[in-house]
């Protein structure tokens, strides 16, 4: 399969412009039932796991490499590598987890090529606190100062810490997740959230 995967346009305003249908959840086929027809040949299979995962995925590239050009070429790398695996796929952890496994492995090697990863602007503190002086009642932009706040602190923390949040709080995955993602163990896991949230309430409530 050669064809060009296009991340979601517009993904970050797919929740609100999609209109859900009432559908019963238990009717509906698990990713891994999808992966299995998908490995036997069945092309609607892998669609539907396209259609699924591609805004979740895309964004959570985006989140960590703020740079668009890039989220999207290891979009379409996360995917092939998808599918040239498919054959070998078993059922011994949920697709999620596979496919984010994946992702973080991809961003590895990106991170170990560029060696380094996109620094928080040099001026993040005095921002935070600029923006923590205006935040008052009375302006309309307060929840977009405390999402541009949050975004900051989260630039700052180590790739590790903030992968684990983004898993954590984004994508809703269970720290046994993550640690099969990120191949650490749970305490490990647990011990980078607990790292990471001090240090976000201590730049988020100074």
Request: proline content about 4%; overall charge neutral; charged content about 25%.
């Amino acid at each position: 399969m050669s064809a060009v995967l296009s991340p979601p346009a517009g993904y970050a305003r797919a929740h609100s412009a999609l209109t859900l249908c009432a559908v019963d959840a238990a009717a509906l086929p698990t990713d891994e039932s999808l992966m299995q027809a998908w490995a036997a040949g069945d092309l609607r299979a892998f669609e539907a796991l396209y259609s699924r995962h591609r805004s979740r995925l895309y964004s959570f590239l985006l989140r960590q490499l703020r740079d668009a050009a890039l989220a999207d070429e290891l979009f379409q790398d996360v995917w092939q590598r998808v599918i040239a695996a498919r054959a070998g796929w078993q059922p011994e952890a949920a697709f999620t987890t596979w496919l984010f496994r994946i992702a973080h492995n991809r961003l590895n090697d990106h991170w170990r090529a560029a060696r380094h990863r996109p620094a928080a602007p040099g001026d993040a503190e005095e921002r935070i606190n600029a923006m923590s002086d205006r935040h008052t009642p009375e302006t309309q932009l307060s929840e977009f100062e405390q999402r541009r706040r949050l975004q900051l602190a989260m630039e700052q923390l180590p790739d590790d810490q903030r992968m684990v949040v983004q898993l954590r709080l984004e994508q809703e995955l269970s720290l046994e997740e993550i640690a099969q993602i990120t191949g650490v163990g749970r305490e490990t896991v647990k011990s980078r959230l607990r790292y990471a949230m001090d240090k976000l309430r201590g730049e988020l409530n100074p």
